[in-house]
T-cell receptor, first 113, second 113 residues
Framework: DAGVIQSPRHEVTEMGQEVTLRCKPISGHDYLFWYRQTMMRGLELLIYFNNNVPIDDSGMPEDRFSAKMPNASFSTLKIQPSEPRDSAVYFC???????????FGPGTRLTVT | QKEVEQNSGPLSVPEGAIASLNCTYSDRGSQSFFWYRQYSGKSPELIMSIYSNGDKEDGRFTAQLNKASQYVSLLIRDSQPSDSATYLCALEGFSGGYNKLIFGAGTRLAVHP
């Protein structure tokens, strides 16, 4: 079975540009999570969805960040406008049951110059 | 007090030795515990789940859980250089009104030949 799929794997953009990260969860998983990882802050949960509905977005740093899940097999995380401090690795993960095993995608390394 | 505490390391062990990684947590209500391995530049990979007090073995890996003392550990027997990675402890926690995985900052393990 295919795991969690993310695209792009690397993104380099200039400050002020819009960035869109994409994720396809494991088929049948009802929960989808977006994380950000930096050396300074570690792994941070940004937002998670259950059955395509956002459940907790308290980790979204500010209004420049938005996430959608239009269907069970696709989610996006958008940053507009991007800033250098947004540079990080963004992971998408999915799980079958809330609070149980989560499986991570390969991540998107974002660099904002 | 952090919800999940891990020694950042690096924990350096010789090849063939037992590596012992420890994690303490503050939420007595946590019921599910996980160990993830993260190689440099890669995504977290789930290697062990444990739900009951005691030991759970999987190949060279043994997870140990003691809910009364609020710690969970991971033992790696016959450590190999390929085990060199950061190991993240995670547990099911109730935070901000939601059931999530709470991650520790990770312990870096270095296995030297």
């Amino acid at each position: 079975d295919a795991g969690v799929i993310q695209s792009p794997r690397h993104e380099v953009t200039e400050m002020g540009q819009e960035v869109t990260l994409r994720c396809k969860p494991i088929s049948g998983h009802d929960y989808l999570f977006w994380y950000r990882q930096t050396m300074m802050r570690g792994l941070e949960l940004l937002i998670y969805f259950n059955n395509n509905v956002p459940i907790d977005d308290s980790g979204m740093p500010e209004d420049r960040f938005s996430a959608k899940m239009p269907n069970a097999s696709f989610s996006t995380l958008k940053i507009q406008p991007s800033e250098p401090r947004d540079s990080a690795v963004y992971f998408c993960a999915s799980s079958l049951v809330e609070g149980r095993e989560q499986y991570f995608g390969p991540g998107t390394r974002l660099t904002v110059t | 007090q952090k919800e999940v505490e891990q020694n950042s390391g690096p924990l350096s062990v010789p090849e063939g030795a037992i590596a012992s990684l420890n994690c303490t947590y503050s939420d007595r209500g946590s019921q599910s515990f996980f160990w993830y391995r993260q190689y440099s530049g890669k995504s977290p990979e789930l290697i062990m789940s444990i739900y009951s007090n005691g030991d759970k073995e999987d190949g060279r890996f043994t997870a140990q859980l003691n809910k009364a003392s609020q710690y969970v550990s991971l033992l790696i027997r016959d450590s190999q250089p390929s085990d060199s990675a950061t190991y993240l402890c995670a547990l099911e926690g109730f935070s901000g009104g939601y059931n999530k995985l709470i991650f520790g900052a990770g312990t870096r393990l270095a296995v030297h030949p």
